[in-house]
């Protein structure tokens, strides 16, 4: 979402991403202009450096190595070490009504697991699955019909 959000809705020149080998195709698709393998590079070795650097994964540390001097790291999970800031996203629905018309037009789509959508009664599967790193895009529990 993050990497069709820069993209589409705030008009980023050029987004870098991380993934495993599988994935890579997905991040290009989604619009990732350069689309890093991190099983076989690490972000924070690269030599070229970031105005931001949006962090999911909770290594702040690396992340704060591979952004340039003057850009920003923003995480969203673990601890913080400054000048990186962390960010939570609380909304009463009016952003997603901003958003919304980038949905409809299909220039942002969210993408849901293939081995989804799981019944509620199998909930601990589909915990299970997403705790095993091997997810693509987010998993989805029905609820009970």
Do not use: W
Request: proline letters at 6%; one cysteine or more; aromatic letters at 6%.
């Amino acid at each position: 979402m993050v990497i069709q959000l820069a993209k589409h809705v705030f008009g980023a020149s050029k987004v870098a991403a991380t993934s495993s080998t599988a994935k890579l195709d997905l991040l290009k698709s989604l619009g990732a202009d350069l689309a890093i393998d991190y099983t076989k590079e690490n972000i924070e070795d690269l030599p070229e450096k970031f105005d931001v650097v949006f962090d999911a994964v909770g290594q702040c540390d690396k992340a704060l190595k591979a952004v340039k001097e003057g850009g920003r790291v923003v995480s969203i999970i673990g601890s913080v070490t400054p000048p990186a800031s962390s960010f939570v996203l609380t909304s009463d629905g009016s952003i997603l009504e901003k958003l919304n018309p980038y949905f409809e037009s299909g220039k942002v789509k969210a993408i849901i697991d293939p081995k989804g959508p799981f019944p509620f009664s199998q909930t601990l599967e589909a915990f299970s699955h997403l705790e095993s790193s091997r997810a693509t895009g987010k998993v989805v529990i029905h609820p009970i019909p």
